[in-house]
C-alpha cells in the first residue's frame, strides 16, 4: 500500500541524549515536511524540504536537525539542544510545484518523551 | 507571512444537529485552503479542500465547507452530527503561488457530539 510511515510510535529519551525519528513514504511525493504538535498549539512546523539535497528551516528549527539524502526518507534529529522535546510528532508529505494544491499525507506520529 | 485561526477552541453539539467549525485565514494572494481531522494519538486524515471555482466544497463523511473571500473564511459544516464525528479538527492554508510556499495550520478545534 502506498503511504507514509513513522517510526518508532514511542520513543524515550534520556537528557543530553539525541533521538532521531525516522519517516519514509512511498508516494513519490516531492515535499516532506515535519511538525510538532503540542496540546492547544496545534501544529508547529520544524522543517520542510522541497526537492532531494535540501530544506529550509520551519518555525521551530532550533534544536532540530534533517537530512534529505533520498526522496523517499526525511529523517528528524531531536539534538541535546532542544530543551523540552517531549511531544507528538508528525511527518507529512505532498505533491510540489505545479501541483501544490493537492492534500499533505500524514503519518500516524511519534510520540516522544523525555525520561 | 500566512496565518489560520481557529477561534474556538471546543465545540459542543447534540447529535442530529448542524454543526460548524471555524476558521478564518491571512495569506497573500490566493489562497487554497484544507481541513483534516484527527484521532487520539493518530495521525491527521484530510477531509476536504478549496482550490477554485465553486465557494461549497464537499468532502468526506458528509461534510462541506464554504469559501468566503471577503470574510477571509473557510467554516467546516455537517447538516447532522453524528457521535464518531468527536475529534480534533484542524484548518490548512497554504499560498496559491510565490516561492516556498509551506502548508500553515490553525491550533485545531476540539469536536464533542453529545448523544
Known amino acids: 500500500d502506498g503511504g507514509i510511515t513513522q517510526s518508532p510510535k514511542y520513543l524515550f529519551r534520556k537528557e543530553g541524549q539525541n533521538v532521531t525519528l525516522s519517516c519514509e513514504q512511498n508516494l513519490n511525493h516531492d515535499a516532506m515536511y515535519w511538525y510538532r504538535q503540542d496540546p492547544g498549539q496545534g501544529l508547529r512546523l520544524i522543517y520542510y524540504?522541497?526537492?532531494?539535497?535540501?530544506?529550509q528551516k520551519g518555525d521551530i528549527a532550533e534544536g532540530y536537525s534533517v537530512s534529505r539524502e533520498k526522496k523517499e526518507s526525511f529523517p528528524l534529529t531531536v539534538t541535546s539542544a532542544q530543551k523540552n522535546p517531549t511531544a507528538f510528532y508528525l511527518c507529512a508529505s505532498s505533491t510540489q510545484g505545479a501541483t501544490v494544491n493537492t492534500e499533505a499525507f500524514f503519518g500516524q506520529g511519534t510520540r516522544l518523551t523525555v525520561v | 507571512a500566512q496565518s489560520v485561526a481557529q477561534p474556538e477552541d471546543q465545540v459542543n453539539v447534540a447529535e442530529g444537529n448542524p454543526l460548524t467549525v471555524k476558521c478564518t485565514y491571512s495569506v497573500s494572494g490566493n489562497p487554497y485552503l484544507f481541513w483534516y481531522v484527527q484521532y487520539p494519538n493518530r495521525g491527521l486524515q484530510f477531509l476536504l479542500k478549496?482550490?477554485?471555482?465553486?465557494?461549497l466544497v464537499k468532502g468526506s463523511y458528509g461534510f462541506e465547507a464554504e469559501f468566503n473571500k471577503s470574510q477571509t473564511s473557510f467554516h467546516l459544516k455537517k447538516p447532522s452530527a453524528l457521535v464518531s464525528d468527536s475529534a480534533l479538527y484542524f484548518c490548512a492554508v497554504i499560498p496559491a503561488s510565490g516561492s516556498a510556499r509551506q502548508l500553515t495550520f490553525g491550533s485545531g478545534t476540539q469536536l464533542t457530539v453529545l448523544p
Open positions: 478549496y482550490i477554485t471555482g465553486d465557494n
Open positions: 524540504s522541497q526537492i532531494v539535497n535540501d530544506f
